[in-house]
């Protein structure tokens, strides 16, 4: 079964500052999805980024990116200029494609990022 | 537009009460989700929905009574919940319902479900 372990339960950054939360995942399938998804204390899932695994080229959008290793099983999530706003727990998330075993969405267990002023 | 609306933000109800959550979605997606979230933990899918029929259950108490009346609505009838039971509820919807890159789940804010 596929698995998703976040190892940071907590992390703290400084306005302005870059941070990496790392996210890594277990499968057995050589095409597959993953998402990375934040919550504020607002409550509400945001999608942030997702990546298709058979594309080598790593996903970006805007102040968000990601590091995508296939062969390590690695799918971290960088932040660059971090905003007071980025706080939030995040979650990484795997999917198998289209027509698999299980249409769900597998959750890690999330990191807690405080943006500092 | 990428809206996913549930109601009420809020509810509080004993164990012997009957009451309901909805979702609501217009962007066409032909699949919706009921999830249920512990503070700090991951949310835990309950049911979902595809092209209006119930697609997966996952084994969820028969006080959880989820209703999709039309593709753009989603209910979850409550009856004789425990306390246990209080949680954050999110709704989700998704383009298809059968996975893959283009079947991304967009959430709505959640009903935060007190059970007294």
């Known amino acids: 079964a596929q698995t998703v372990t976040q190892s940071q339960p907590e992390m703290s950054v400084q306005e302005a500052e870059t941070v990496t939360l790392s996210c890594t995942y277990d499968t057995s399938e050589s095409n597959y999805y993953l998402f990375w998804y934040k919550q504020p204390p607002s409550r509400q899932m945001i999608l942030v980024i997702r990546q298709e695994a058979y594309k080598q080229q790593n996903a970006t959008e805007n102040r968000f990116s990601v590091n995508f290793q296939k062969a390590a099983k690695s799918f971290s999530l960088k932040i660059s200029d971090s905003q007071l706003g980025d706080t939030a727990m995040y979650f990484c998330a795997f999917m198998e494609p289209y027509g698999g075993a299980t249409n769900k969405l597998i959750f890690g267990t999330g990191t807690l990022l405080a943006v500092q002023p | 537009d990428t809206e996913v609306t549930q109601t009420p933000k809020h509810l509080v109800m004993g164990m012997t009460n009957k009451k309901s959550l909805k979702c609501e979605q217009h962007m066409g997606h032909r699949a919706m989700y009921w999830y249920k979230q512990k503070a700090k933990k991951p949310p835990e899918l309950m049911f979902v929905y595809s092209y209006e029929k119930l697609s997966i259950n996952e084994s969820v108490p028969s006080r959880f009574s989820p209703e999709c009346p039309n593709s753009s609505l989603l209910n979850l009838h409550l009856h004789a919940l425990q306390p246990e039971d209080s949680a954050l509820y999110l709704c989700?919807?998704?383009?298809?319902?059968?996975?893959?890159?283009?079947?991304?789940?967009?959430f709505g804010p959640g009903t935060r479900l007190t059970v007294l």
């Open positions: 989700a919807s998704s383009p298809q319902g059968g996975g893959g890159f283009t079947d991304t789940q967009y």
